[in-house]
C-alpha cells in the first residue's frame, strides 16, 4: 500500500514535495484575486548520457502514461524534469547587484545548458524516436516542454540525464471581472491604504518615496500609459517609450507581438498602480501607490498556461529585449508583485522562487482569499520562501476572505504579515480607476514598501531576509480572538495577521542610516559553530532575529543606533543580553559564546490505555521546540523509546502511532529520565490498493440508474443517508457531496487542499478523486444509490476537469455492514494530481494515497482502533519449475501459496523482463487451487530462433505480489533457475 502518514507532525523543517498540483487560473470572484491551479514535479541530481533500451521507462508519471497507452499516436505537452540542479550558494554574500544577478543566471543557465545538451541536440535534430512537434527548454528551473507522442516520450524517459517526465501543469483563464465599475479618481478615495501604513508619512517627512528601485509585475498586463503610471514605467522616459527589458508578453496575448503592453483583465494595472503608481499632478498628493518614486516593469504571466507563467519568472530574473535576446540581469527588479495563487499545500514554483531569492529578488506572494478558516493559505504564497500577505480593512480589522494560517509545511504562524485589502481604489484600463478588495491588492502595498524600504536604505538592497524581518518586527501588532495551528490569537505572530499590519513609516524609521552587525556564534567549550541559533537585537521596542548559517555566523543590517543582543539555540543557555551601538556606513562585530547545557537520555515504553496495556511498536516519539522537531525515535516490538541527549530542563515530548490520540506532555529533564506513555485507542483507516488481504477487488456497480445530483462549479450538496454511517468514531445520517471530487460530513465544502491531513479545510473528508472537477452546463452527472443491503454508492460519471474536457468516471461506495469506503475508479484521464484519501473533522489524523490511481483500480479504507490489522499480501511462487511437454509445449508447475486467489503468467523473449514496467506478455490469470498448480504453453517450443522466459506473480484482490523466479528454454533445451 502507499499512504502517508497518519497524524500531523507540523514541527518538522520543510521538506519539499516531488509532485506540483494542479491549479485553476481565475479572478473567481469580484475584487478576488487570481487563482492558479498547476501541477508539476522537482526532483533533481546528476547522471550520465545516452539512451537505454527498455521498452517502458518507469519515470513517466502514471497518470501521463497511461494516457499515452490508450492514444499512442497523438501528441500530447509533457515536461521533462532533469536531474542536475544549480548551487546558487554564496549568491547572497555578493553585494554589487549587477554581479550577483549574473552570477544567479549564470548558474542557472549553465547547469540547464549542460544537463539538457544532450537532449535538445536530439531533439533539434530529429533524433528522438516517435514524434516531437515542439520542445522549449527553462533554466530558472530545470525543465523542458514537450509535445510528442507516447514512443518519444518512452525514448526520452530513458535520457540518464532526465529525473521524469510529468505531466503539462495545466492552468486556465481568469474569468472576466464581475461588476466593476470604472470611475475618475475624484469617484474614490485612492489613499485610504497609503495613509494606514504610514506610506505618506514616509514621502513627507524624508523623501523616500522608492526613487532609485524597480518594482515587478508577474499579473494579466497593464495599461502603461495610464495617467497614475505613465511616469513610473521604466520604458518611458518623458518624451519617447522603450518597451525592451520592461515588458513581456511571452504568450502574446496582446495580439502585437509581444511588442507592446496591454492589460487582458484589469486586475494587472490595479495591482501596478497599488505598488509603483503616481499621477499625473502634485508630486505626492494623489499619488495611488506606495512607491510613486520606483519604477515598475511587468510580464503578461497570468494565465494562459503554465508555460507563460514560468516564462514570465524567467524573465523577471534576467529581463531580455522584445525579440528575447541580449538578456541582461542587471536591470532585475529588487521586489516582484505575485497577486495570484491558488489552493494550499502545493510545491510548484519553488525553485523559481529561491532562485529569485538568491537573485536578491524579494518575492512578495499574495496569501489567498479563502479565508475565514484555520488553513487556508494558499499556494505558492504558504511556500517557504515567499513573503505571503493577508488582508486588512480601514479599522486594521482582518478581512472576512484573508485566509489564515498556519502554514502546511511548517506548522509556523502565517501570513508573514497584513495589509490594506478591502475596498482599494487604483488605476484601471481605460485611463480610469476602480476599487478592487482582496489579499490581491494587499499584497502591493507590501512590494511598495520594500522599494520605499530600498530606497530608504540603499544597504538593504538585495538583503532579501533582512529587508523581511524590518517589515514583521516593525508591524502594528494585531490579535484575534481565533485559535489555529494551537497558537492563540493572542499571539504574535498569530495566524491571522501574521506579524501584524505592515507599519512603513516606523519601518523606515528603524533601517535608514544603516550600519552593520556581524559575528559568529560558538560553543564556549569547543569553539565549535552553533548552525541555527536565534540572534535578536532589541530597539525602541522592536526585536529583529536572524539564524546563524551553517559556519555560525549572523548579520544584521539595520538602523543607527544602541541595540541589545542576545543570542540562544536548543541545547545551550541564552547569552546573556549585551549593549551594542550601530554606526552608520560602519560595521559592528559581535561574536558571541554559548555554555552547551547538560543533557541525559529521556526513555519510556509506549503501550496501549487498555486493560491489558499492549505494548505499541511504530510509536513515533519527538522531542520539539519551536515548531521543530530535535531528537526522535521509533518505538521497538516492546514499545520501548530512548531519546538520547537530551538537554536539561523542561522539554516537550509528543507521541503518535496509527490507531492512537496523539499524547503530549513536558517533562524536567535533570538526569537520566523515565516518561512512559499510555495511548487512548482512536478512530483511524487502514489503506488497501490492491495486493493484500485490507484491499478488494475491482467490481464496479452502475450507479447512473439512481439518482442525478444537480451541481455546479464549486459546488456541494447534502443527501441523506438510507443509514447511520460511522466515520472517525462519529455517526451521520447524510453527507455532503461536492463537485471536486470529494464527498463530507457534517459541513459542505467547495474547494479542495493540497495536504492530507491538515487543519485546514475541507474537514471530515473523503477525498476520491479530488479535482478542480466541473459537472456544470451537462459537463458530466454525480448519482447517488441506495443498493439495498447496507451500501450507498455516489458515482461521478464523466465529470469533466474545470473548464471543460477530460471526463473522469469514479465511485464512493459507503459500505454500513463495516463501515468500509471503497473507491473505484473506471475510466480516468487525467488523475496525475488528484488528492486520495481520508481526513478527521479537525484534520489531526488522516490517510492519504501518495501514488496515482487508474483505471480499474480500487482502494479501500477499513476503519480500525488501536493496533492495526494484519494486512497478508500476495506471494510469489517459489521456486516456479519448468519442463517440455509432448513435441513443441512448456509446462509451468509451481505449489499454490496463501492468500493467492490467482496466480499470473507472464512471457518475454527477455530472460530480464519486468511485468511491473509493462514488460512481458501476460500469458493468463490461474484461479488458486489448493496444492500443485501447472500452466501449459502450447506450441511455446518449436522455433530455434525464438527463445522465451516466464515469470508468476501472485494475485490477490486487484493487486500483485514481486516476480516468482525465472524460467526459460533455449534451443528446445530447458534451463530452469534464476538469471
Not at 47 to 56: H, I, L, P, T
Not at 840 to 866: A, C, E, K
Amino acid at each position: 500500500m502507499i499512504e502517508s502518514t497518519v497524524s500531523v507532525s507540523r514541527r518538522f523543517p520543510f521538506e519539499r514535495s516531488n509532485m506540483m498540483k494542479r491549479f485553476r487560473f481565475g479572478l473567481r470572484f469580484l475584487f478576488m484575486m487570481a487563482v492558479v491551479m498547476i501541477v508539476f514535479t522537482m526532483a533533481l541530481g546528476f547522471g550520465m548520457r545516452g539512451f537505454g533500451e527498455k521498452a517502458y521507462a518507469d519515470n513517466i508519471e502514471e497518470g501521463l502514461y497511461q494516457r499515452f497507452q490508450a492514444s499512442p499516436d497523438e501528441e500530447i505537452t509533457f515536461v521533462v524534469v532533469m536531474k542536475a540542479k544549480a548551487d546558487l550558494s554564496g549568491a547572497e554574500r555578493i553585494r554589487d547587484w549587477a554581479a550577483r544577478g549574473r552570477f544567479v543566471a549564470e548558474r542557472l543557465r549553465e547547469t540547464a545548458r549542460l544537463s539538457q545538451a544532450d537532449l535538445l541536440d536530439k531533439l533539434q535534430r530529429g533524433a528522438i524516436p516517435g514524434r516531437v512537434t515542439y520542445f522549449r527548454p527553462f533554466w530558472i528551473t530545470n525543465v523542458i516542454y514537450v509535445k510528442g507522442d507516447k514512443q518519444a516520450a518512452e525514448a526520452i524517459a530513458r535520457h540518464p540525464d532526465v529525473d521524469r517526465i510529468v505531466p503539462e501543469f495545466k492552468v486556465y483563464p481568469p474569468e472576466p471581472p464581475q461588476e466593476i465599475s470604472a470611475m475618475d479618481a475624484n469617484q474614490l478615495d485612492l489613499s485610504w491604504g497609503i495613509e494606514k501604513i504610514g506610506a505618506d508619512q514616509v514621502w513627507n517627512l524624508y523623501g523616500f518615496t522608492g526613487q532609485g528601485t524597480v518594482v515587478g509585475v508577474v499579473d494579466t498586463g497593464v495599461e502603461w500609459d495610464h495617467d497614475a503610471l505613465k511616469g513610473q514605467y521604466r520604458g518611458w522616459n518623458g518624451s519617447t517609450v522603450d518597451h525592451n527589458y520592461n515588458w513581456y508578453d511571452p504568450s502574446d496575448l496582446c495580439g502585437n507581438g509581444g511588442t507592446a503592453p496591454c492589460d487582458t483583465h484589469g486586475h494587472g494595472t490595479h495591482t501596478t498602480g497599488t505598488a509603483a503608481g503616481g499621477d499625473s499632478g502634485d508630486p505626492f498628493y494623489g499619488d495611488i501607490g506606495v512607491a510613486p518614486g520606483a519604477k515598475w516593469i511587468h510580464a503578461l504571466g497570468c494565465c494562459p498556461d503554465s508555460e507563460t507563467l514560468l516564462a514570465a519568472m524567467e524573465w523577471m530574473l534576467e529581463p531580455t529585449d522584445l525579440n528575447g535576446n541580449n538578456p541582461d540581469p542587471s536591470k532585475r527588479p529588487h521586489v516582484v508583485n505575485n497577486s495570484w495563487g491558488g489552493p494550499g499545500g502545493r510545491t510548484y514554483y519553488y525553485d523559481a522562487i529561491q532562485s529569485w531569492r538568491a537573485a536578491g529578488i524579494v518575492p512578495v506572494f499574495s496569501a489567498g482569499n479563502e479565508g475565514s478558516e484555520c488553513g487556508t493559505l494558499g499556494s505558492p504564497g504558504d511556500n517557504v520562501g515567499a513573503f505571503n500577505v493577508g488582508a486588512t480593512d480601514s479599522s486594521d480589522g482582518i478581512a472576512s476572505f484573508s485566509s489564515r494560517g498556519p502554514n502546511p509545511f511548517t506548522g509556523r504562524p502565517g501570513p508573514e504579515v497584513s495589509a490594506p485589502g478591502v475596498n482599494i481604489g487604483s488605476a484601471y484600463p481605460g485611463n480610469s480607476y476602480t476599487i478592487m478588495s482582496g489579499t490581491s491588492m494587499a499584497g502591493p502595498h507590501v512590494a511598495g514598501s520594500v522599494a520605499v524600504l530600498i530606497s530608504a536604505e540603499p544597504d538593504l538592497t538585495g538583503q532579501v531576509a533582512m529587508i523581511e524581518e524590518i517589515l514583521r518586527a516593525t508591524a502594528v501588532k494585531l490579535t484575534s480572538t481565533q485559535t489555529c495551528g494551537g497558537v492563540d490569537g493572542s499571539e504574535i505572530p498569530n495566524n491571522t495577521f501574521g506579524w501584524g499590519r505592515i507599519d512603513l513609516l516606523a519601518a523606515v524609521e528603524m533601517a535608514m542610516n544603516a550600519g552593520t552587525i556581524s559575528g559568529t556564534v560558538t560553543d564556549a567549550s569547543t569553539g565549535d559553530p552553533i548552525p541555527n541559533a536565534k540572534v535578536s537585537i532589541t530597539r525602541n521596542g522592536y526585536t529583529f532575529t536572524q539564524r546563524t548559517d551553517a559556519t555560525g555566523a549572523y548579520t544584521f543590517i539595520i538602523g543607527s543606533g544602541t541595540y541589545d543582543i542576545q543570542a540562544e539555540a536548543f541545547g545551550y543557555n541564552a547569552s546573556n543580553p549585551m549593549s551594542i551601538s550601530v554606526t552608520q556606513d560602519m560595521t559592528t562585530t559581535q561574536d558571541i559564546q554559548l555554555t552547551a547545557l547538560p543533557t541525559d537520555p529521556a526513555s519510556g515504553v509506549v503501550e496501549e490505555n487498555s486493560a491489558s496495556s499492549p505494548a505499541i511498536e511504530g510509536a513515533s516519539v519527538e522531542l520539539v521546540e519551536d515548531f521543530t522537531t530535535w531528537i526522535t525515535d521509533t518505538t521497538n516490538a516492546t514499545g520501548d523509546y530512548v531519546l538520547n541527549d537530551v538537554p536539561h530542563g523542561n522539554r516537550t515530548i509528543e507521541v503518535s502511532a496509527r490507531g492512537y490520540a496523539k499524547a503530549t506532555t513536558t517533562v524536567n529533564v535533570s538526569g537520566p529520565t523515565t516518561q512512559n506513555f499510555s495511548l487512548d485507542p482512536a478512530p483511524d483507516y487502514l489503506l488497501g490498493d490492491g495486493g493484500d488481504t485490507c484491499s478488494a477487488e475491482y467490481s464496479w456497480i452502475d450507479a447512473t440508474d439512481g439518482t442525478a445530483l444537480t451541481l455546479a462549479d464549486d459546488d456541494n450538496t447534502q443527501v441523506s443517508l438510507p443509514f447511520s454511517f460511522t466515520f472517525y468514531g462519529n455517526n451521520y445520517s447524510s453527507v455532503y457531496v461536492g463537485s471536486n471530487g470529494f464527498i463530507s460530513f457534517g459541513q459542505g465544502y467547495d474547494r479542495l487542499h493540497g495536504i492530507v491531513p491538515f487543519e485546514g479545510p475541507p474537514n471530515n473528508t473523503i477525498y476520491a478523486l479530488g479535482l478542480d472537477l466541473n459537472p456544470e452546463n451537462n459537463q458530466g452527472t454525480i448519482y447517488t444509490k441506495d443498493l439495498g443491503d447496507g451500501r450507498f454508492v455516489i458515482e461521478y460519471h464523466q465529470v469533466q476537469h474545470w473548464p471543460n474536457g477530460n471526463p473522469e468516471t469514479f465511485e464512493i461506495i459507503l459500505n454500513n455492514n463495516d463501515d468500509t469506503i471503497l473507491i473505484q475508479y473506471q475510466s480516468l484521464t487525467m488523475p496525475d494530481d488528484a488528492t486520495v484519501g481520508v481526513e478527521n473533522s479537525d484534520g489531526s489524523s488522516g490517510v492519504r494515497y501518495t501514488g496515482t490511481v487508474t483505471d480499474t483500480m480500487t482502494i479501500l479504507f477499513s476503519p480500525f482502533s488501536g493496533q492495526p490489522p494484519i494486512c497478508d499480501p500476495a506471494a510469489a511462487p517459489n521456486p516456479v519449475a519448468i519442463e517440455k511437454s509432448g513435441a513443441s509445449d512448456v509446462l509451468l508447475r509451481w505449489q499454490h501459496v496463501d492468500p493467492n486467489s490467482a496466480y499470473e503468467v507472464w512471457r518475454a523473449t527477455s530472460p530480464y523482463f519486468d511485468p511491473a514496467a509493462g514488460e512481458g506478455l501476460l500469458l493468463s490469470t490461474e484461479p488458486a487451487t489448493a496444492g500443485e498448480m501447472t500452466y501449459l504453453d502450447a506450441g511455446a517450443l518449436g522455433d530455434h530462433t525464438q527463445n522465451y522466459f516466464y515469470v508468476l506473480r501472485g494475485y490477490l484482490n486487484n493487486g500483485t505480489s514481486d516476480p516468482s523466479n525465472r524460467v526459460g528454454e533455449f534451443d528446445f533445451q530447458l534451463v530452469p533457475g534464476t538469471p
